[in-house]
Nanobody, 123 residues
């Protein structure tokens, strides 16, 4: 009933910028939080940044000052602006959303993931 569609990945040189987008669609009642995770080969998936419905944000230390997460509630979309990219930022980036959906008297809250988008930073 709910889908997340990511876009914006690609290849960039070190020091460059990219902006990722993730749009949620379906029978959405409320998006409680949205986040970006990343997973490099052979490593665990890690939280990059998150933003709650009220706008509170959290960033992992390695991206503070370089990445900015934002959301456009009217479009059910979250963005990740990535500046001053480094080769160690190379990963598959995944969108995550905690969404309440349903109609009438029945509502459910579930965690959803996008398909992932590759970000490659060359040195």
């Amino acid at each position: 009933q709910v889908q997340l569609e990511e876009s914006g990945g690609g290849l960039v040189q070190a020091g460059g910028s990219l902006r990722l987008s993730c749009a949620a669609s379906g029978s959405i009642f409320r998006i409680n939080a949205m986040a970006w995770y990343r997973q490099a080969p052979g490593k665990q998936r890690e939280l990059v940044a998150s933003i709650r419905s009220g706008g509170r944000t959290v960033y992992t230390d390695s991206v503070k000052g370089r990445f900015t997460i934002s959301r456009e509630n009217a479009k059910n979309t979250v963005y990740l602006q990535m500046n001053s990219l480094k080769p160690e930022d190379t990963s598959v980036y995944y969108c995550n959303a905690d969404i309440t959906y349903g109609t009438g008297a029945y509502y459910y809250t579930e965690d959803y993931w996008g398909q992932g988008t590759q970000v490659t930073v060359s040195s």
